[in-house]
Each structure stands twice: as C-alpha cells, then as structure tokens.
C-alpha cells in the first residue's frame, strides 16, 4: 500500500505541480510583458535626450502595473493551481537587461526592462496543497520568474537599414491605423503611409533611388547599399513610383 501510494503521488502530484508551474510562468510572463509596454510608453512621451536621462520613480510602478482597492498588485487576473495570484513589491524589479551577456541589472537608471517573480509559497499566495502526498505531509513551494525588455537601439551600422519608411501618422493614430496593411502608394496620404528614402542624400530623387540603391541592392543582396544611422539622423524621401513593384523585397 505505500508503494502504491508513493506512485500515486509521484503520477498524480506531481503532474499538478508541473500544471501550477507552467501556470505561474504564464502569470510571470503576462506581467512582465504588460509592465514592459507600459515602461515603454513613459519614454514615448520622451524627447531622445530626456530618456538618456530618466530615472524612474520606484512610484511609477504602482502606475505600471494594475492595483486592487487594497493597494495590492494582481497579476492581470490570472491564476495558477486555482488561486487568484498577488504580486509583492519585491517580486517586482525594475532595471536593465543586457542582450549579449543574458544578465538583467536592478536600476532605476534609464531602465529597460521588467523581472516579475510569481509565488506559490509562504511568502505569497500559499504553497499548494498535494493530493496524496499529503498523507505524507508533503507541500510545495513554487515560483517563477520572467524578464521582459525592449532594446532601446541608438545605432546601426552600415547596410542594416533598408530604403522604407512609414509615415509618422501611422504611429500617431494607432487606433485607426493598427492592423491595417502598410502601403506604399499612393505617397504623401493616409492610405499610401509608407515611403521610399534615399538615406542622408538630399535632394532625395526617384533617379537615384532607383539607380544607386535600389538597382544594386537587387542585383547583388550581399551590396551595403546603406550607410551607418544614429537618432537624430535625417533621412530624406521620395514617391519612386518604379521602385512600388519591387515592394515584395522588402
């Protein structure tokens, strides 16, 4: 009878905590995600230089993430092993992540991304209860964390960039023009929103478009045919009615 109990547990017990465990990961994940677009519409509100200098307020998190009547921190509504989870404020963590090293830094500093840690322990939300194994007075304690970031990019090297631009209206009205389709033409109207550029070149001419960019590039992908960008550059644009057919490339 206890070997058989013992293989009950392990089946049936275990497989919960794996359910609660995947459960507070899609708990982790949705508030960290839903923490990281809304640190990203801080810095939308941002000329480039105020955000080479924002430092976040530790109160604006209570502004990132969605608060109860009680002041308490609700991770969007989800739930993991049936019960409603509770963020603590140590749980999140406001700081910067780093792409290449895979490692997130703790810092109000110009941050840019969020860590959510999701409980199911003595510190929040309960550890779960087991089915059988409790027999053995067995509990476990589990918890989650996720990362989320946007990659605030200032720089691109030469040959990164290709001639397409989208109107500045595509952005500015994204209750109307989301999930729409990007079209590029006619230019200069709300339903043509894209554009062709010829880079820093100015005049820019639907001559040189074609000719020095846009020829090359089609003949030989591996050609550079752009040249290095930082924020702040100005790109100038052109209709290049001819360069329309070839759209699909891009």
Known sequence: MVILLSIIALAIDYGYGVVTRNELQNVADASALAATR????????????????????????????????????????NRAGGEKIELKDADIVIGQWNGETKTFTPTLNQPDAVRVTA?????????????FARIFGKILSLYQHMHSSFNRQSNVEPGKLTPVGISEAWF???????????????????????????????????????????????????HPPSPSASIGDEFYFTGAIW???HSRHF
């Open 38 to 77: 809304m640190l990203g519409e801080i810095y939308e509100g941002m000329s480039y230089e105020d955000q080479q200098k924002y430092v976040c307020d530790p109160a604006t998190i209570k502004d990132i993430f969605f608060i109860d009547q009680d002041n308490k921190y609700k991770a969007l509504g």
């Open 172 to 222: 500015n009205n994204k209750e109307i023009f989301c999930d729409q389709d990007i079209k590029f033409y006619p230019t200069n109207t709300e339903e043509g929103c894209a554009g062709w550029n010829t880079y820093k070149r100015f005049p820019a001419s639907e001559s040189y478009l074609r000719k020095d960019i846009l020829e090359p590039w089609l003949n030989d992908p591996a």
């Open 119 to 131: 409980r199911r322990d003595a510190v929040a939300n309960n550890p779960i209860t087991t089915f």
């Open 243 to 245: 360069a329309i057919t």
